[in-house]
């Protein structure tokens, strides 16, 4: 991938990218689909981080899946501005990680885009679901420590309809 950097940190994993022309929708923003791509991008520097990078997953046979994801629209961003993504653990067991994910526009305090991710560890064999290696496992406890008072901003909700109020 070109144009990346991905640099680790001790509370986190950051992910650098801009946003190109062919991500962006007719109203001149980001497109919906490409905040989920850009996340995508994170989720592998976490992968890298985490010891599970292009060459370990194929000398394992693993990968990690996501089994789920919720994603918060929260500002508009266009064509042209850098973001940054950090990325939290949030949650782990022997097969499983809970991460959060919280974008950040042209170097500014106030997150644009926020999301939540469940992801499951596979041996690509099967594939079905597999306990970490130690190793690996012992880099996503570290994370999961450095951020273990974290608090993130738009994390566990829900989707709801609440019902109109009336004047």
């Known amino acids: 991938m070109t144009g990346q ?26 497109r919906d689909a490409f905040y989920m791509l850009i996340y995508s991008y994170a989720t592998d520097a976490l992968l890298d981080a985490i010891g599970l990078d292009a060459a370990q997953r194929d000398a394992r046979g693993r990968s990690m899946y996501t089994l789920e994801a919720h994603l918060n629209y929260l500002r508009e961003i266009r064509e042209g501005a850098t973001v940054r993504v950090d990325v939290r653990v949030l949650g782990y067991d022997a097969k499983r990680v809970r991460v959060y994910l919280e974008m950040v526009a042209d170097e500014g305090g106030e997150p644009v885009s926020a999301s939540e991710q469940l992801l499951l560890h596979v041996d690509r064999s099967g594939p079905r679901a597999a ?20 608090e993130p901003r738009h994390a566990a909700r829900a989707i709801t309809l609440t019902p109109a109020r009336r004047a």
């Open 5 to 30: 950097d991905r640099v680790g940190q001790s509370a986190g994993v950051v992910y650098r990218d801009t946003v190109r022309a062919e991500w962006v929708d007719y109203n001149g923003h980001l």
């Open 131 to 150: 306990p970490f290696d130690a190793d690996v496992l012992a880099r996503v406890a570290a994370l999961a420590a450095a951020d273990a008072h974290f």
